[in-house]
C-alpha cells in the first residue's frame, strides 16, 4: 500500500487529485457493479492515496452484505472494541479495481443483562 511521507520530511509533497483516481476509480466500478447493495460512508484520503474506505455506523447486515459482495472470507475479518468495550469494530480489507479497500463496521456492543436478555 502506498503512503505518504512524513510531514516533516524533505520528500513531503501536496497530492494531485489525478494521485487519486485509482480509489476514485474503484468507486465507481463498485457503484456500477453493485448499485443495489446499501450505500457506505465514504473516505479517500491523501495519506493512504491508494485506499477507498468504506464505512457502516449501526449496520452491521450493511457490512456483511459488501462484505460478501467483496468476497472478503469471514476468516479475514478484524474484531476490535473502542469506547470502553461499548462499540464493537469489525474491519476486513481487499483489492478492487487497482484500489485497496478497507471495509469498516461501527456497532454497539450487546451486553447481557441478569435476566439473561440482551
Not at 485509482?22 to 446499501?38: D, F, G
Not at 469506547?83 to 469498516?104: C, D, F, H, Q
Request: overall charge negative; proline content about 5%.
Amino acid at each position: 500500500m502506498t503512503t505518504r511521507k512524513d510531514f516533516g520530511s524533505q520528500e513531503f509533497r501536496p497530492l494531485t487529485l489525478g494521485e487519486l483516481s485509482t480509489p476514485v476509480l474503484a468507486l465507481h466500478a463498485l457503484a456500477t457493479v453493485h448499485a443495489s447493495l446499501p450505500a457506505p460512508s465514504l473516505s479517500i484520503s491523501t495519506i493512504y492515496p491508494d485506499q477507498l474506505s468504506l464505512q457502516f455506523f449501526g449496520d452491521l447486515a450493511a457490512f456483511e452484505a459488501w462484505r460478501e459482495a467483496l468476497s472478503i472470507e469471514p476468516g479475514g475479518i478484524e474484531y476490535g472494541e473502542q469506547s470502553g468495550g461499548r462499540t464493537r469494530v469489525l474491519t476486513g480489507y481487499t483489492e478492487y479495481a487497482g484500489a485497496r479497500i478497507r471495509l469498516t463496521a461501527y456497532g454497539d456492543v450487546l451486553i447481557a443483562t441478569a435476566g439473561g436478555g440482551a
